[in-house]
């Protein structure tokens, strides 16, 4: 664990507000969140990146199962966290973690419109709930903050995992 502390210098040099190597394990998955983009967000089937095409939460806990490690990475509305995790998997991989994946917040911004395939493959990925993973309890058990917007004056909370090995 104490090999990857780089990794949340560089991430807050990217602007994140914090960061924390986690124990994969502790990455919360749950039925429930894949509901919650079918019955709640638009973007549902429209983006590649988003349910139905992302990896269901039994795809999500069995991959969770092969990493023992992770950066979880904590944002706002200000934060880009898809480009953020993006730039932070690609490099853990290049520094020697063949297996490091992201998963970011929220559907893809990369395009105005997906096409039959992604045209931004190295950049894209699904969020970290439409994985299945359920957000506030990993945030939580991680020691961040996160609580329901309950109001357009609250202070949204963005959250982004890089697995890493």
């Not at 991680?142 to 995992?161: D, H, Q």
Request: hydrophobic share 30%; proline share 5%; aromatic share 10%.
């Amino acid at each position: 664990m104490e090999k990857h502390k780089k990794y949340i210098k560089r991430a807050k040099k990217l602007k994140i507000k914090d960061a924390k190597i986690i124990n994969a394990q502790s990455i919360a998955t749950a039925e429930w969140v894949r509901l919650k983009c079918q019955f709640g967000c638009g973007g549902y089937g429209k983006r590649l990146t988003c349910p139905p095409y992302s990896p269901a939460p039994e795809q999500t806990r069995k991959m969770l199962e092969d990493y023992k490690y992770a950066l979880l990475i904590h944002g706002d509305e200000h934060t880009d966290i898809r480009e953020i995790t993006s730039i932070m998997e690609r490099e853990i991989f290049l520094d020697g973690h063949y297996r490091a994946y992201g998963m970011g917040s929220g559907p893809c911004n990369l395009c105005s419109k997906c096409l039959k395939f992604c045209k931004y493959p190295d950049k894209a990925r699904p969020s970290m709930e439409a994985s299945g993973i359920d957000v506030f309890k990993t945030a939580r058990f991680n020691g961040f903050p996160i609580e329901v917007l309950n109001s357009t004056t609250c202070k949204a909370n963005y959250y982004g995992v890089i697995l890493i090995e």
